[in-house]
C-alpha cells in the first residue's frame, strides 16, 4: 500500500498539469494575502481575524477544488484498469491496499500543496492558521474520494472526465443553492455536501472526514465487486 501511496505522490510532482495547479494555488494564495495586507494597513480588519488572509486560498479550494480533483486524479482506477497494470497491482496486494494507497497518496499530495500555501499566508499574516488548513484538507478529502468512486464506476478515463468537468461545475451550485434556499425539496441535499459542513464552521468541518470515510467505504465496496 505505502509503495502505491509513494508512487502517487510522486508522479503528481512529474505532471506539467500538476505544476501548474500547483503554481496557481501558490500564485493566487500570496498575492491574495499580500492584498489583504494592504487593505489591513488602511481599514480595521481586527474583529476579522487573521482568518481574512486566506481568503484567496479557500476561495480556490471551494470554487475550482472539483475541477482540480476533477483534472489531476479523474482516472486513478480506470486507467489502470484500460492499460491492465491493475491485473498486475492485485497479484501484489489487495484491492483495498491499492484503493487506500491511491488515495492517501494524492491526498498526502494536497496535504503538500495546502501545507505550503498556508506556510506562504503566515509569512504576511504571522500566524499559522490551522483551522483554515483543516478545513481546506477535510474539503478536499470528499472530493478525492467522490472522484475515486467515480474513476470506479466509470469503465474509461475520457468518460470520467467528462462526467467529473460537469459535476464540478453542477455540484457546487446545487450545494450553494441548498444551504441557502428555504424550499424543502432542495434544501435536504445540504447535508450531503461538503460545503455545508465547511460553512458551519468550528468542529463541524470534522463532519467532513466521516464523509470521506464513508465514501471511501463505499469506494473500496465497489472495487471489491468490480471484475478486473
Known amino acids: 500500500m505505502w509503495a502505491i501511496c509513494l508512487n502517487e505522490f510522486r508522479g503528481h510532482f512529474k505532471s506539467i498539469k500538476s505544476l501548474i495547479v500547483v503554481a496557481m494555488i501558490f ?3 500570496y498575492l491574495s494575502a499580500d492584498l489583504m ?11 476579522v481575524g487573521n482568518d481574512v488572509y486566506a ?17 489531476l486524479s479523474h482516472d486513478q482506477i480506470n486507467r489502470e484498469v484500460t492499460s491492465r497494470t491493475i491485473r498486475f497491482l492485485v497479484t501484489k496486494t489487495s484491492k483495498t491496499n ?26 504576511v499574516s504571522k500566524d499559522f492558521l490551522w483551522l483554515g488548513l483543516l478545513d481546506c484538507m477535510t474539503f478536499l478529502s470528499v472530493a478525492l474520494a467522490l472522484n475515486l468512486i467515480f474513476s470506479i464506476i466509470l469503465p474509461k478515463p475520457a ?9 464540478a461545475l453542477l455540484f457546487p451550485a446545487l450545494s450553494v ?44 465496496w465497489l472495487f471489491k465487486r468490480r471484475d478486473l
Open 27 to 29: 500564485g493566487i494564495t
Open 37 to 47: 495586507e494592504t487593505v489591513s494597513s488602511k481599514i480595521d480588519i481586527g474583529s
Open 55 to 71: 481568503i484567496g486560498t479557500i476561495l480556490i479550494v471551494y470554487l475550482l477544488g472539483f475541477f482540480f480533483i476533477t483534472g
Open 98 to 123: 491499492i484503493l487506500l494507497g491511491k488515495y492517501i497518496g494524492i491526498l498526502f499530495f494536497w496535504l503538500f500543496c495546502m501545507t505550503v500555501s498556508f506556510i506562504l499566508i503566515s509569512l
Open 159 to 167: 468518460i470520467s472526465m467528462f462526467f467529473g468537468i460537469i459535476f
Open 177 to 220: 443553492w441548498s444551504i441557502y434556499t428555504d424550499r424543502f425539496y432542495v434544501s435536504w441535499f445540504k447535508f450531503f455536501t461538503p460545503y455545508y459542513y465547511s460553512s458551519l464552521g468550528e468542529f463541524y468541518i470534522l463532519i467532513n472526514l466521516v464523509y470521506a470515510g464513508c465514501l471511501l467505504l463505499l469506494a473500496i
